[in-house]
């Protein structure tokens, strides 16, 4: 992905938005052509490409997922906030003054006061949205497209151990279907191996004893079931 595509060889890459390599690093097909109204500026980082050539993406501060199909780009998805988070305001987001590497003293008082962020991180499965936005700690929302609910993942409520949280929410890197791989980097298992005392026993327990921090890499995937009382 690019938004300077002026330097491409390749006149397919020069006239699209949106860029398919093969693990080679080879061109194999573009999405989006540059007069394609309306253009978001992707940020490459944050973007859920799907096997058929489908992309979803958020822009930053952004409440809205985008959907690239068939060369079109239409809104696929709206966050309509109904929790007892706060979220900015369209003049707040135009009033944000960021540094050279992406830090806002603004956000960050924003942060404070309970206030949460859109910053792109979405993966879209067969039934489900998911989003982290970001805030004083990070909120992890799923939304199930089959009943219409969404469930926030409490980060104190999810284990009295908060390493072991983070083994399977904050390094999610992809999903199939509905099944979600993380892959947690060497920092955060070396945590959790020092509290693995703390953990409930269980197969991920018993594993986890018998591995070293140079075992690496290390795959967890795992499913989320929204409970059915979810309002």
């Given at each position: 992905?690019?938004?300077?595509?002026?330097?491409?060889?390749i006149?397919?890459?020069r006239?699209?938005?949106?860029?398919?390599?093969?693990?080679?690093?080879?061109?194999?097909?573009?999405?989006?052509?540059?007069?394609?109204?309306?253009?978001?500026?992707?940020?490459?980082?944050?973007?859920?490409?799907?096997?058929?050539?489908?992309?979803f993406?958020?822009?930053?501060?952004?409440?809205?997922?985008?959907?690239?199909?068939?060369?079109?780009?239409?809104?696929?998805?709206?966050?309509?906030?109904?929790?007892?988070?706060?979220?900015?305001?369209?003049?707040?987001?135009?009033?944000?003054?960021f540094?050279?590497?992406?830090?806002?003293?603004?956000?960050?008082?924003?942060?404070?006061?309970?206030?949460?962020v859109?910053?792109?991180?979405?993966?879209?499965?067969?039934?489900?949205?998911?989003?982290?936005?970001?805030?004083?700690?990070?909120?992890?929302?799923?939304?199930?497209?089959?009943?219409?609910?969404?469930?926030?993942?409490?980060?104190?409520?999810?284990?009295?151990?908060?390493?072991?949280?983070?083994?399977?929410?904050?390094?999610?890197?992809?999903?199939?279907?509905?099944?979600?791989?993380?892959?947690?980097?060497?920092?955060?298992?070396?945590?959790?191996?020092?509290?693995?005392?703390?953990?409930?026993?269980g197969?991920?327990?018993?594993?986890?004893?018998?591995?070293?921090?140079?075992?690496?890499?290390?795959?967890?995937?795992?499913?989320?079931?929204?409970?059915?009382?979810?309002?």
């Open positions: 992905m690019s938004l300077n595509n002026t330097g491409y060889s006149p397919e890459m006239e699209n938005c949106v860029h398919f390599l093969d693990s080679n690093c080879r061109f194999v097909s573009a999405q989006v052509p540059l007069e394609t109204p309306p253009v978001v500026p992707i940020l490459g980082l944050y973007v859920d490409c799907h096997e058929e050539g489908t992309v993406y958020q822009p930053v501060l952004s409440e809205v997922i985008y959907c690239i199909k068939n060369k079109e780009v239409y809104p696929y998805y709206t966050y309509h906030n109904r929790s007892d988070y706060k979220m900015l305001s369209g003049k707040e987001k135009e009033t944000l003054v540094d050279g590497y992406g830090r806002s003293k603004d956000l960050s008082e924003k942060w404070k006061r309970d206030y949460i859109p910053w792109g991180n979405i993966l879209v499965t067969d039934n489900y949205v998911y989003n982290i936005f970001q805030g004083k700690e990070d909120v992890h929302l799923f939304y199930d497209k089959k009943t219409g609910k969404s469930i926030v993942f409490d980060w104190d409520k999810l284990s009295k151990e908060g390493n072991f949280s983070t083994l399977f929410l904050n390094h999610i890197h992809c999903a199939k279907g509905d099944v979600f791989y993380s892959v947690p980097s060497s920092y955060w298992l070396h945590k959790v191996l020092n509290s693995i005392d703390n953990m409930p026993d197969k991920l327990k018993k594993y986890l004893q018998n591995m070293e921090i140079d075992d690496n890499p290390f795959i967890l995937s795992f499913k989320i079931k929204i409970p059915e009382d979810t309002e």
